[in-house]
């Protein structure tokens, strides 16, 4: 499975950097409709390290935050209608996109070792906003959901949130 995104990539789109960059792939992409990446759960996360001792589980708050990241990419990628194989014009973006509500329903627990997909489909846009759909899922086993359900985005000017 060749990604149409690396991690690389995904920098010059996102503000995000480790241990907070939470997507490490776009293994697919439709304009305008629907997302698919990666992000490989090892055991050396930070987060695992405290969630739980002797029982390490990706906290449910980072999945969400790495669907929301699958989100931005989707928007980002539809706004500079990318195609693949195109370069990226970066440049410092007057605005960020920002989660603007989440409804998801946590399903199972992800241990290290996963390979989660993450999923996002666009359900509607309106000015600044967009709601997607989401969902998170094991890889290897699709049928093994981890998370399930909404976020909305909202793309804000940096200056309006630093105030």
Same mark, same amino acid.
């Given at each position: 499975?060749?990604?149409? +995104?690396?991690? #690389? ?8 950097? #480790?241990?907070?960059?939470?997507? =490490? ?49 989707? *928007? ?10 195109? =370069?990226?014009?970066? @440049? ?18 992800? +241990? ?10 666009? =359900?509607? @846009?309106?000015?600044? %906003? ?5 969902? %998170? #899922? =094991? %890889? ?11 976020? *909305? ?11």
């Amino acid at each position: 499975m060749n990604p149409l +995104l690396n991690n #690389y990539q995904i920098q010059q789109l996102l503000p995000h950097r #480790y241990p907070i960059q939470l997507v =490490d792939q776009v293994i697919e992409f439709e304009e305008n409709k629907e997302i698919i990446a990666l992000k490989a759960i090892g055991i050396g996360e930070p987060a695992l390290r405290g969630h739980f001792p002797n029982f390490p589980i990706m906290p449910g708050v980072l999945l969400v935050e790495a669907l929301g990241q699958t989100c931005a990419l989707l *928007l980002e990628l539809t706004r500079r209608q990318w195609k693949v194989g195109d =370069d990226f014009n970066v @440049s410092d973006e007057q605005s960020l996109g920002v989660l603007g509500g989440v409804k998801v329903k946590m399903l199972k627990p992800v +241990l290290p070792g996963t390979l989660v997909k993450l999923k996002a489909t666009l =359900d509607w @846009s309106k000015g600044p %906003a967009s709601s997607l759909n989401v969902v %998170a #899922y =094991d %890889a290897i086993n699709e049928k093994k959901i981890f998370v399930r359900g909404s976020i *909305l985005v909202a793309m804000a000017p940096k200056s309006s949130l630093s105030s």
